[in-house]
């Protein structure tokens, strides 16, 4: 992947630098008939409404000139992303605009991110809900707002504390089904993910790692993205989901030779450090006929049997095997299936391939071969293993996996994962009819990754899997969700948990309910100006929109430098698309989420909460 990369220079030689840029960005644009005013001059606002909707045109032109190409454009694979946020930060310069408009950017450069104010806190656990007297780095969040506004508020607090991060975040595929915008075009979704994912890193443990889960839609591209945010030495796996079955409405679409059946989907698995060692751990198999010895042991020593001649000989009472029927041949394996799980505390199977085994043991092996007994061999992590016909005895006990509370055979894990099959509608006592994950899936992923105490954040929580999963495990837990589902809110489905929640994991963790977890929102005042600039159609009603904008102290602060006649008279000169471009300028990201400092509109209670937020020590 081919990145550019600016020495820090000088501010003599970043200016001179910046000129260049947009000098050859103007030349570049003057080639566009689009661009242009009868005489001559440049549409700057034109150029802003069409990189607002990414117009091919205009990204054709901007990747023909090599200089604008590389400076405005990252490559990942095959893929040029476009910075659109670094294209109108450009076309918004000093440099760029006319004179008479520049106080109305100027004012909105920041020198620091500061810290911004939460309201609506509220505690749950099982005596109901109400407002907490103290935050501490114990509790569980659920945050409610923009997750990268989050991400980066919890940064000062949680940098190189966070375990495990799991995201399931929107998929790109074209589809409405979700209440997320998931509609974005390749170029602005890589953009999206490289954003949130850089500061997801920062928070990531010296030994934590970030779970990504994707459909065939961007994986590729993603996977070239992240090899370049968090290195290609920290990649660990690719894991293959089997998220559905070969059935439904898509049969057409098969039978017609169109596509296959996607019963798919990705996970890139990634951690802080190439040394990260996850926990082993076994999936759901059939039965392996090599466990097949039952081990014993006596005062006098250990005593050996082979349940299969044993329980065959039994079901064939003085009959030859070769003369029993197949439904016969049935009942024998189920018989020793049934009897090696009942009793896996004492099955075993040989393992004679001992290569790679110690000389001490080698020795002690060979030794055993000739007398025909089991024995107990003590290795130098005082681990005992026993020994019989010169071979290794491994234990089916390690490879059992509980699931609702039945035992059944394990196999050690692969990067294909069947085993998980889909969600039924109803876990968590929330619904979703699409993208919701199984709490069986979380588990896997946290057990893999965490021990119990450790964080876990999610910050595409949607209905909530993750943060219900951790809670069931006593792991604490971080969910950030901008969207409210109503009765299917991840709200809700954590105080089901609390009350003892009896659907997912329940049974086979045992889980009897308990616990707490805080929620909050991100306080949004500013939120209501932006939606009334991107929604407003005429330049009367944007000229009414400023002149409230600047009247009202809590929107802005150097409101008494935007409210100079001159330059408001000169930005009413420009069309309407440039004008909603700067006014969102104006209460951009920063903004839009009103700050700690300041806020007349938080109660004490709040203010002493966000406080308390801002100084947890986790």
């Known amino acids: 992947m081919r990145s550019i990369v600016f020495r820090i220079l000088p501010k003599s030689q970043f200016y001179t630098l910046m000129q260049d840029v947009l000098q050859q960005l103007t030349t570049l644009l003057q080639k566009e008939k689009q661009f242009l005013a009868d005489d001559g001059e440049l549409l700057k606002s034109s150029v802003v409404a069409a990189a607002l909707q990414l117009q091919p045109q205009l990204l054709l032109l901007l990747l023909s000139q090599p200089t604008i190409k590389q400076y405005f454009f990252q490559q990942v694979g095959d893929v040029w992303v476009f910075d659109k946020v670094k294209f109108e930060q450009c076309i918004t310069n000093d440099s760029f605009l006319p004179d008479s408009i520049k106080p109305f950017v100027n004012n909105t450069a920041k020198n620091t991110l500061p810290q911004i104010a939460f309201k609506g806190f509220t505690k749950y656990d099982n005596t109901g809900s109400y407002i907490p007297s103290t935050l501490t780095a114990k509790d569980n969040f659920i945050i409610r707002g923009n997750n990268i506004v989050v991400l980066r508020s919890l940064l000062p607090i949680y940098k190189s504390r966070i375990k495990l991060i799991y995201i399931d975040p929107p998929?790109?595929?074209?589809?409405?089904?979700?209440?997320?915008?998931?509609?974005?075009?390749?170029?602005?979704?890589?953009?999206?993910?490289?954003?949130?994912?850089?500061?997801?890193?920062?928070?990531?443990?010296?030994?934590g790692s970030i779970f990504i889960q994707v459909d065939d839609s961007e994986f590729a591209y993603l996977k070239v993205l992240c090899d370049e945010v968090f290195g290609r030495a920290n990649f660990k796996e690719?894991?293959?989901?089997?998220?559905?079955?070969?059935?439904?409405?898509?049969?057409?679409?098969?039978?017609?030779?169109?596509?296959?059946?996607?019963v798919k989907e990705h996970i890139l698995f990634y951690a802080k450090s190439p040394s990260f060692r996850f926990k082993p751990f076994y999936t759901k198999t059939t039965f392996n006929t090599h466990y097949k010895y039952e081990v014993k042991q006596t005062d006098s020593g250990f005593t050996i049997e082979d349940i299969s001649k044993t329980i065959t000989k039994q079901y064939l009472q003085g009959k030859k095997k070769k003369?029993?029927?197949?439904?016969?041949?049935?009942?024998?394996?189920l018989a020793i299936e049934t009897y090696a799980l009942q009793h896996a505390s004492n099955i075993y199977s040989l393992e004679k391939n001992i290569k790679k085994a110690g000389e001490k043991f080698k020795a002690f092996a060979a030794a055993n071969k000739a007398k025909g007994i089991v024995e107990a061999f003590v290795n130098s992590n005082n681990q005992t293993i026993l020994v019989y016909d010169g071979g290794m005895l491994i234990p089916l006990q390690e490879r059992i996996v509980i699931e609702?509370?039945?035992?059944?055979?394990?196999?050690?894990?692969?990067?294909l994962w069947?085993?998980?099959?889909?969600?039924?509608?109803?876990?968590?006592?929330?619904?979703?009819?699409?993208?919701?994950?199984?709490?069986?899936?979380?588990?896997?992923?946290i057990e893999m990754a965490t021990d119990e105490g450790d964080i876990v954040l999610d910050y595409y929580l949607g209905s909530g899997t993750t943060a219900a999963v951790a809670h069931k495990l006593n792991r604490r837990h971080i969910g950030i969700e901008q969207l409210d589902y109503g009765e299917n809110d991840s709200t809700i489905r954590l105080q089901n948990v609390i009350q003892g929640d009896e659907t997912g994991i329940s049974k086979t963790v045992n889980w009897?309910?308990?616990?707490?977890?805080?929620?909050?929102?991100?306080?949004?005042?500013?939120?209501?100006?932006?939606?009334?600039?991107?929604?407003?159609?005429?330049?009367?009603?944007?000229?009414?929109?400023?002149?409230?904008?600047v009247a009202n102290p809590n929107v802005l602060s150097n409101a008494n430098r935007l409210a100079k006649a001159q330059a408001q008279q000169a930005f009413l000169t420009l069309d309407l698309a440039l004008q909603k471009k700067i006014l969102l300028q104006l209460l951009e990201l920063d903004d839009i989420n009103i700050p700690l400092s300041g806020n007349i509109q938080l109660s004490q209670q709040e203010l002493k909460l966000n406080q308390q937020f801002y100084n947890m020590i986790p």
């Open 171 to 207: 998929y790109n595929t074209g589809s409405d089904i979700f209440l997320y915008s998931d509609t974005f075009n390749s170029n602005t979704w890589l953009t999206l993910m490289k954003n949130r994912l850089t500061i997801a890193w920062q928070l990531l443990a010296t030994d």
């Open 404 to 415: 609702n509370g039945k035992p059944y055979f394990g196999i050690l894990a692969s990067d």
């Open 512 to 549: 009897q309910g308990g616990g707490s977890f805080i929620y909050c929102e991100l306080h949004q005042t500013n939120q209501l100006w932006a939606e009334q600039i991107a929604s407003v159609a005429t330049q009367k009603r944007t000229k009414a929109l400023i002149q409230q904008i």
């Open 323 to 333: 003369t029993l029927t197949d439904i016969e041949l049935h009942s024998i394996k």
């Open 238 to 262: 690719h894991i293959v989901l089997k998220s559905s079955t070969e059935s439904g409405v898509n049969a057409i679409n098969v039978k017609r030779g169109e596509r296959l059946f996607k």
């Open 418 to 445: 069947v085993d998980i099959s889909t969600t039924t509608a109803s876990e968590g006592g929330v619904s979703f009819s699409n993208g919701k994950k199984p709490e069986k899936l979380l588990k896997r992923i």
